[in-house]
């Protein structure tokens, strides 16, 4: 991944989604398809190698049925 100030947190958001997806019992295809993705970007996503766009953040939110903003707050909360 490139030099991000906040690698820890993008790799902090895929495992959070992941955990959340499997708690849905989503597939990485699933999703992918519930996003309109290709199934390597939830791969990816989920491993913390791509930073993803806002609007993709709250589809993948919506398919998870948690809100966006409760989804970042998690991820900002383990910071502290």
């Known amino acids: ?4 100030k906040y690698e820890l947190e993008i790799i902090r958001l895929g495992l959070l989604i992941k955990q959340l997806r499997g708690k849905e019992n989503i597939t990485q295809e699933q999703l992918s398809t519930l996003c309109n993705v290709d199934v390597r970007t939830i791969q990816r ?3 913390g190698e791509q930073n993803i766009t806002i609007s993709l953040l709250f589809s ?3 398919s998870l049925k948690i809100e966006a903003g409760t ?3 998690q ?3 383990e910071n502290q």
């Open 1 to 4: 991944m490139e030099n991000n």
């Open 45 to 47: 996503i989920e491993k």
């Open 60 to 62: 993948i939110a919506d």
């Open 71 to 73: 989804l970042i707050g």
């Open 75 to 77: 991820i900002f909360s």
